[in-house]
């Protein structure tokens, strides 16, 4: 079997700044450990994590809506301080195969639980500025994720660590239309940045820098078979990339109260555009140091050596969700239905451009599919300062198994969810809460890397959610 490599570049690239695409593709605090599909987080609020998120917007006494829903600040009256954090722990074992281009099995383990358990924090300000008038400022981080296998898995050469991770910067405003309508609209600054590191299989590419040499007339055909003994399989180099990237948006909200005892809100939040920009650092083995100075090489090399320090820019965009959310409020319970919708067929590719002239654009294709999230959850009043929550939900995958990443081992999910509210006084309350996450077997049928390595099997996946939030009405 041969190696077909368009130029040097095609085996080149696995890692330069494509690294830094698979890194922004992987999506997710963690694909695996974000609440909702690929690498998007729900958990900006305890209280409404304890109903599965429904009612998000329209229960009340949830500060979040700041960043969830602007127009739903019209149930806060007066001014109020919420701090949530969440603590996310993940789980994912992979089992399967791994060959490279020839075929030949690559050596190495499953990559033990490549999960983590991580921090989300979120801190949210409101105040009512008039009779009809709100305004609130919030942090929070919408969109993470983090993986790390081993660092000799089989599947080394299409990741080791993927962290991924937005951080916006909300600010609201909401005005009451009328006693029973209102609209808000937020501004939002959102910084993006990705890290990863990933093996580099220097078998491959020398093989397909020495097959280019002999088809091209530059070598001789011997070189092909001396090339392989010099640089054997499991002659592994490393990459780790960084980058980074402000992006800017907006939402638009609108809160109905329907009856004295029904709310409905609808929410939309615009994609986000980035430009990230990083830098990629590489070690190769000595082997492959010297092959590249061979002068006998160098004339392949098109002027540059590929695997140095290098720049290099990826577009991404995080995309736009439109959200409904509904409660209907009753003397001794709360009952609320939330639906969101994630377009996430805005990721159909990532094109990154180097700064390295010898390692040309590259290009992951992903075809990302649009998402729903739909949860139903409610509150107890047991008395007037214990609250009783419980919620279920299915948030389905924008990723499928032909084009499936081990950066993000995605597939549907199915949430059920408890939680508890304390209100020590009129001006301090506490809540807490409990997420198990059910995750389908997510099937990769052959995922390739830049070398043409292919790993073949699925992701056992699932998780543990638990949040704290304190909340203090001035």
Same mark, same amino acid.
């Not at 451009?353 to 599919?369: C, F, H, I, L």
């Not at 077997?441 to 390595?453: E, F, I, P, V």
């Given at each position: 079997?041969?190696?077909?490599? !368009?130029?040097?570049? *095609?085996?080149?690239?696995?890692? %330069?700044?494509? /690294?830094?695409?698979? =890194? ?26 304890? !109903? %599965?998120?429904?009612?998000? /917007? ?39 195969? %791994? ?32 009779? #009809? ?43 009451? +239309? ?27 590419? =020398? ?30 180099? #490393?990459?780790?990339?960084? *980058? ?18 029904? &709310? ?25 140091? =010297? ?22 820019? %990826? ?24 639906? =969101? ?9 990532? !094109? ?16 990302? #599919?649009?998402?729903?999230?739909? /949860? ?12 009783? &929550? ?16 081990? &950066? ?9 969810? +408890? ?26 049928? *052959? ?28």
């Amino acid at each position: 079997m041969q190696i077909s490599f !368009r130029s040097l570049s *095609g085996a080149a690239r696995p890692l %330069a700044l494509a /690294a830094l695409s698979l =890194a922004v593709v992987g999506a997710l605090a963690v694909p695996q450990d974000a609440s909702a599909s690929a690498f998007q987080l729900k958990e900006n609020s305890a209280k409404g994590m304890g !109903r %599965a998120y429904a009612g998000s /917007a329209t229960a009340g006494g949830d500060v979040s809506v700041v960043a969830n829903n602007p127009a739903a600040m019209t149930d806060l009256d007066g001014t109020y301080l919420q701090a949530d954090v969440t603590a996310i722990n993940f789980s994912t074992k992979f089992s399967g195969s %791994a060959h490279d281009a020839l075929g030949r099995p690559i050596s190495g383990g499953k990559g033990g639980d490549a999960g983590t358990t991580l921090p989300v924090p979120a801190l949210f300000f409101a105040t009512k500025l008039s009779d #009809r008038a709100h305004l609130g400022f919030g942090l929070s981080v919408p969109f993470g994720f983090q993986t790390e296998y081993d660092n000799d898995w089989m599947g080394r050469y299409n990741a080791i660590k993927s962290k991924f991770q937005s951080f916006d910067a909300t600010l609201s405003g909401s005005f009451d +239309v009328s006693d029973t309508f209102s609209l808000g609209a937020s501004v939002i600054a959102q910084k993006t940045s990705a890290e990863l590191t990933s093996a580099v299989n220097f078998n491959m590419v =020398a093989l397909g820098l020495a097959q280019q040499g002999v088809s091209a007339g530059a070598l001789p055909p011997s070189f092909l078979q001396q090339v392989g003994i010099v640089v054997p399989p499991g002659s592994d180099g #490393r990459a780790k990339i960084k *980058g980074d990237d402000w992006g800017y948006g907006w939402q638009l909200g609108g809160y109905w109260k329907l009856t004295p005892n029904d &709310r409905l809100a609808l929410n939309y939040h615009s994609k986000i555009d980035h430009k990230l920009s990083g830098t990629g650092n590489f070690q190769m083995p000595a082997n492959v140091t =010297a092959l590249l100075s061979n002068p006998a090489v160098a004339p392949l090399l098109a002027g540059g050596v590929p695997f140095t320090h290098t720049t290099g820019k %990826a577009n991404f965009t995080t995309p736009a969700i439109a959200s409904a959310s509904y409660w209907h409020q009753a003397e001794k319970f709360g009952l609320g239905i939330d639906l =969101a919708w994630t377009k996430w067929d805005v990721f159909k590719e990532l !094109r990154v451009k180097y700064g390295n002239p010898a390692q040309p654009d590259s290009v992951e294709t992903y075809n990302w #599919r649009n998402t729903w999230y739909a /949860a139903v959850g409610g509150d107890y009043y047991l008395n007037d300062k214990v609250t009783l &929550r419980a919620g279920v939900s299915v948030d389905t995958t924008p990723t499928y198994a032909a084009t499936r990443s081990p &950066r993000v081992p995605d597939s549907t999910r199915k949430f059920a969810t +408890v939680g508890i509210g304390y209100k020590a006084s009129e001006h301090f309350e506490l809540n807490a809460s409990y997420a198990h996450i059910f995750v389908n077997k997510a099937h990769l049928n *052959g995922a390739r890397s830049a070398t043409g390595d292919v790993l073949t099997g699925e992701s056992d996946d699932y998780g543990n959610l638990l949040s704290l939030s304190a909340q203090y009405k001035f």
